[in-house]
C-alpha cells in the first residue's frame, strides 16, 4: 500500500513556532511530526510515500528529499502557498497511486500505535474506512457516529475524526484539481453507506496549538517514547 502524509497547513494556532516551520515540522519529543509519522510508517512496510506542502514547501521538500536518509522513497506534491485544503490535495496526487487503494495520514498529529492497523483493504461495498477516537477535549461535539455491527459512519457527535483513512482511488475519480473540502466527500459516501469506521487502537493527539503541543511532549517525556 501507498500513503500519503497530509502537510500543508499553517498552523496559525502555533504561532510564533509556525512563523519560521511549516506545521508538520514542529518537533514533538526529539522528532518532527512528519518524521515520526515516516518511520512508523516505514515500520508497518510502507515505503512509497507522498507529502504535499504549500506553507513553506521548501522547508519541507529540502528536509525529507527523496526519503532515501530514512530508508522509504519519497514524492512531493507541492501546491502553492495557499494550498488545496484536504480533498483537493489528494486529487491533485492521485496519479501516484495508479488506481490502488491508499492510506492518507493527517501530518500535524501525533499517534502513538502500531500503523500497521491501517493496512487495510476496502471490501465491496465500502468506499472509504475512517479511523476515529474518542472526542479530545478540543472535540467534545465530534465528528461521527459508527455502527458496532455494519462499521458504518454517519455525521453524529460519538467519535472524532483522527485524520487516517484508507480511500478508494474511485472516490476522488473525476475531480478538477481545485481546492476542495473532505467533508462533503464524507458525507455523500456515508449517504450511500459507502463509508465505514474503525477505533483507533492507541493514543492519538492533536497538535494544534501550544496547549496541545506541550501535552504531547509531556506524554512521550513520560511514556519514554523514542
Not at 455494519?150 to 473525476?174: E, H, I, L
Request: one cysteine or more.
Amino acid at each position: 500500500m501507498r500513503a500519503m502524509i497530509l502537510a500543508a497547513g499553517r498552523g496559525e494556532r502555533l504561532r510564533p513556532i509556525t512563523d519560521s516551520i511549516p506545521k508538520p515540522m514542529v518537533k514533538v519529543g526529539d522528532r518532527e511530526l512528519l518524521l515520526w509519522h515516516i518511520l512508523k510508517l516505514k515500520k508497518a512496510g510502507i515505503e512509497d510515500i507522498i507529502v504535499n506542502s504549500a506553507y513553506l514547501s521548501e522547508k519541507i521538500v529540502d528536509f525529507l528529499g527523496d526519503g532515501s536518509r530514512f530508508g522509504v522513497n519519497i514524492t512531493h506534491s507541492v501546491e502553492g502557498p495557499t494550498g488545496l485544503e484536504t480533498a483537493g490535495g489528494i486529487i491533485k496526487a492521485l496519479p501516484f497511486f495508479k488506481g490502488e487503494n491508499f492510506l492518507v495520514v493527517n501530518g500535524d498529529t501525533f499517534i502513538d500505535a502500531d500503523y500497521s492497523q491501517f493496512i487495510h483493504q476496502l471490501a465491496q461495498g465500502e468506499e472509504a474506512r475512517i479511523y476515529l477516537v474518542k472526542n479530545p477535549k478540543h472535540n467534545l461535539h465530534g465528528d461521527f457516529s459508527l455502527d458496532p455491527v455494519s462499521k458504518n459512519c454517519s455525521r453524529g457527535p460519538q467519535y472524532t475524526f483522527s485524520g487516517v483513512a484508507v480511500y478508494s482511488s474511485s472516490v476522488f475519480d473525476g475531480y478538477p484539481v481545485e481546492k476542495r473540502p473532505l467533508l462533503p466527500i464524507f458525507e455523500g459516501l456515508a449517504e450511500k453507506q459507502l463509508l465505514k469506521g474503525e477505533l483507533l487502537i492507541g493514543n492519538w493527539f492533536d497538535v494544534g496549538t501550544i496547549e496541545r503541543l506541550e501535552n504531547v511532549n509531556s506524554y512521550i517525556h513520560s511514556h519514554n517514547i523514542l
